[in-house]
């Protein structure tokens, strides 16, 4: 499973690097921030450890290809070999974004393997200055090595959806066997690769035409890294499809060997047709609205060519169709870029609403309210995208909320400026949506009010009382609480402090419970009562959709995240179950960029170490001046200003939280490990679980 992929509660212990979509495995790969959680609980207990035996010989340095093979859940999807497969298929399409090659064949054979052909300009085939070995046998056999690094003006690509020159060497890691032909210089040159090492080294195999350049791939995914080695076959349809829809007049074709199936899709007037064929005959309130749009040079605050392309039909009822992109690459979870549609969408109908008094009084139209019909295909050009994770399936970039925005609100203004009547009923459908919600909300109250506990003095309340868009964050100490309060959004966010240490309930009596005065205010601030996983739960009290553990980035934050998940897994098991908690994850570092020729000065957050690293290359790529930028990393939450709260860990736009659940290693496997970290009894086995996976602490000093 990638680490990006589920979220999930730690068999005991929790949390990934993710955001608002991502969930952490447990017993598969754990990452950076479940080592320090393994540290943190050796803090919790106090357990004198018998020196481990560390040596030199302790460390072990992975080579070449080597971590995808141990790891590679970490680098791709490995339920089965399409998305190795898609990364071939993105370098074709990264080339044709890039304005080169006009077509995309692709070829399923009879033997599982997968071929893709460009007519783009063919990986370069001489020898690297520095590295002294063929540039296409670079690409293939060393992570971190591609063309797409560098966004100045002059390089090899600009806009890609590939980026951190992993894809295809995961590819070949991967693959018992992969081939390569490159057609450049009127010449044709072919090498072959067994289990990611040469086989056959590169070699002339014949001329080619002046005109004839491009690059073909045959790659045979090698089954033992897959659940299945069954490609399939409708997911790749639909990723060709998209890649022949976004980049309007690309010719895409599959043939599949076993059945002599041909497709082939082009398409002129791209998003529009696709969106239509899509909703089938599904009734539109109003006609389509499409556009585009992106920066030019003389632009202050994007680089020349950001922008988006979307089509957005509104229908009146059936499901929603919704895909984005960036750079041609699928974001199915969605993301900075669509956060920035739905904003844009809203700010335009509510203006438009506001102006001609149609709001009725007492009615607060929220943007859900204009986005819940709104079906889309949305298309973004951002020069030097952040995903989450290697398989890039959510957009991170917290500008791209701002330039999707921006770009759409003018023009949906101009749109229903110019369509009154239409406008009308769009806004109007969004009035009624508002009113079905302010409804639903009201009786939720209704069931609440009777019997209802006097809520801790300590919980500074949301104004609304709409259950479905609530939300909690139960914040370590006093001074971190002050910022959230100031920082939250008052409408629908609630905060409540903790004071110190949550008590490790994994052994506590449900009764005696609420002698600790954090619990009794957690459970009467959430609405729902201590309960047991196999008994009947009344959630209909729950007080917020979401309950959100914000603690420090650092080793107690990590501790009193144990704790709260330790209390919730244990007394609230229905709330993880529903979905109901997740865990807030604050920025580390804040990284202080100048301004730079007409770029504006920024901030740029970093989670984690590993960010920081790859936004500072990011900003060497730039050419920003080297120490001209200033690093700072905050002591905690309260030294956060309200708007970075905000801005980082408290709009839904643009922080990163992530839901809590067990996993793929189910809630009995989670029991035994909570069992054995928050067990009293259990020293003896958290000993010898801290003698094997201690090194992988991360030490914070
Ligand atoms: N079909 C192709 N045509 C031209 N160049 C290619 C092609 N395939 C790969 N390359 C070159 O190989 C490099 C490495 O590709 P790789 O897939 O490993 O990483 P990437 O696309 O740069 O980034 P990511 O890891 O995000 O996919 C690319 O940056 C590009 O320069």
Request: charged fraction near 25%; charge should be negative.
């Amino acid at each position: 499973m990638p680490i990006s992929d589920k979220h999930t509660i730690v068999g005991g212990v929790c949390a990934l690097p993710v955001n608002s979509d991502q969930h952490f495995s447990p017993f598969g790969t754990p990452p950076r921030d479940i080592r320090k959680i393994e540290f943190s609980i050796h803090g919790i207990f106090g357990v004198n450890l018998a020196t481990p035996r560390y040596d030199e010989a302790s460390i072990r340095v992975l080579k070449g290809l080597e971590p995808v093979r141990q790891r590679p859940g970490m680098y791709t999807r490995t339920d089965n070999p399409l998305h190795i497969m898609q990364e071939v298929i993105d370098n074709a399409a990264d080339e044709a974004l890039a304005g080169y090659g006009s077509q995309i064949s692709v070829t399923l054979h009879a033997d599982g393997s997968l071929s893709v052909e460009d007519d783009g300009r063919g990986i370069p085939v001489g020898m690297h200055p520095e590295e002294k070995a063929p540039v296409v046998e670079i690409v293939y056999t060393r992570l971190h090595a591609g063309g797409k690094f560098d966004k100045k003006a002059g390089g090899a690509y600009a806009f890609s959806g590939g980026l951190h020159g992993v894809g295809v060497s995961v590819t070949n890691a991967l693959s018992t066997r992969l081939e390569v032909t490159v057609w450049r210089d009127a010449q044709e040159h072919q090498l072959a690769f067994a289990n990611g090492e040469v086989l056959e080294p590169l070699r002339q195999t014949g001329t080619a035409a002046r005109k004839k350049t491009g690059t073909r791939v045959r790659v045979w995914p090698d089954p033992k890294y897959f659940d299945s080695a069954v490609v399939p076959v409708a997911d790749l349809v639909h990723s060709l499809r998209s890649k022949a829809v976004l980049l309007s007049g690309i010719k895409v074709s599959l043939t599949v060997e076993k059945t002599g199936e041909v497709r082939q899709w082009q398409y002129a007037d791209g998003l529009r047709g696709y969106l239509d064929e899509a909703l089938g005959d599904a009734e539109k309130i109003v006609p389509m609205f499409e556009g585009r749009q992106y920066a030019g040079a003389d632009d202050e605050s994007f680089s020349e060519g950001e922008g988006a392309q979307w089509a957005v039909a509104w229908t009146v009822d059936g499901s929603v169709v919704r895909e984005s992109y960036v750079n041609l690459i699928s974001t199915t979870a969605g993301g900075t870029h669509e956060a920035g549609l739905r904003e844009g969408l809203f700010s335009a109908v509510k203006s438009f609403a506001e102006l001609h008094g149609l709001i009725p009084k007492g009615v607060k139209l929220l943007p859900d309210d204009v986005f819940a019909r709104a079906s889309f295909v949305l298309s973004a050009k951002v020069l030097d995208p952040q995903f989450q994770g290697q398989i890039k399936e959510r957009l991170n970039s917290r500008d791209a909320v701002r330039l999707v925005s921006g770009y759409v609100k003018n023009a949906l203004d101009l749109t229903l400026h110019a369509n009154v009547d239409a406008a009308k009923k769009l806004a109007e459908s969004a009035i009624r949506q508002a009113q079905a919600r302010a409804r639903s909300a009201q009786k939720v109250e209704k069931r609440k009010s009777s019997g209802v506990a006097v809520l801790p003095g300590k919980l500074t309340d949301c104004e609304s009382s709409d259950a479905t868009r609530t939300e909690v964050f139960l914040v370590e100490g006093d001074s971190a609480g002050g910022s959230a309060k100031m920082g939250r959004d008052k409408e629908f966010q609630a905060v409540l402090p903790l004071r110190g240490k949550v008590l490790n309930s994994w052994e506590v009596e449900r009764d005696r419970l609420f002698a600790n005065n954090e619990i009794h205010d957690i459970s009467v601030a959430i609405g729902v009562d201590p309960h047991e996983s196999n008994s009947a739960v009344d959630l209909s009290g729950l007080r917020y959709n979401r309950i959100c553990i914000l603690s420090d980035a650092d080793v107690d934050g990590s501790h009193i995240q144990v704790l709260l998940l330790t209390l919730f897994f244990k007394h609230f098991p229905k709330l993880i179950e529903t979905g109901h908690v997740y865990v807030a994850r604050p920025p580390l570092f804040r990284v202080d960029v100048p301004a730079l020729g007409k770029r504006p000065a920024r901030k740029v957050y970093c989670l984690d170490q590993g960010e920081l690293n790859a936004v500072q290359d990011k900003l060497r790529a730039e050419g920003v001046r080297e120490s001209s930028w200033s690093i700072s990393r905050f002591k905690g939450l309260g030294e956060m200003s309200a708007e970075q709260l905000w801005d980082t860990t408290m709009n839904p736009d643009t922080r990163r939280l992530m839901p809590v659940s067990c996993g793929e290693a189910g809630v009995e496997a989670t029991v035994r490990m909570f069992d054995m970290l928050m067990g009293k009894g259990e020293s003896s086995q958290r000993r010898s679980w801290l003698e094997e996976k201690g090194n992988l602490a991360e030490v914070d000093i």
